[in-house]
């Protein structure tokens, strides 16, 4: 079971920050690499972050690099995604989600458990 919890309220003016949190339960975050994904109306799935079990590596997409910060701490089974400087276009449903591997991949085939997706919103 992967929940997502959300931290900030649903909608954050432009310029603000939120913080997503992926608790998960029947497994443990030892085991799997994470990935941050979002879908905004009208598009396609995309990865925004991801990281490793071991060198915790990470990666970012080019929208979200330097604003957005993916980090796990295995100890309280969670995963956070820190989104700060919030743009409308961060405006998405937001998705954690876990992969059998200690390596992280951008595919959203590769994972194999999902959160249930939470809506954030960015707008003044």
């Known amino acids: 079971h992967v929940q997502l919890v959300k931290s900030g309220g649903d909608l954050v003016q432009p310029g603000g920050s939120l913080r997503l949190s992926c608790v998960v339960s029947?497994?443990?975050?030892?085991?799997?690499?994470a990935g941050w994904f979002r879908q905004a109306p009208g598009q396609e799935l995309e990865d925004i972050a991801c990281?490793?079990?071991?060198?915790?590596?990470?990666y970012y997409a080019d929208s979200v690099n330097g604003r957005f910060t993916i980090s796990r701490d295995n100890a309280k089974n969670t995963i956070y995604l820190q989104m700060n400087s919030l743009k409308p276009e961060d405006t998405a449903v937001y998705y954690c989600?876990?992969?059998?591997?200690?390596?992280?991949?951008?595919?959203?085939?590769?994972?194999?458990?999902w959160g249930q997706g939470t809506q954030v919103t960015v707008s003044s």
């Open positions: 029947g497994f443990s975050w030892d085991y799997y690499a």
């Open positions: 989600a876990a992969r059998e591997s200690s390596l992280r991949s951008t595919s959203y085939t590769q994972y194999t458990y």
């Open positions: 990281i490793n079990i071991t060198d915790r590596s990470t």
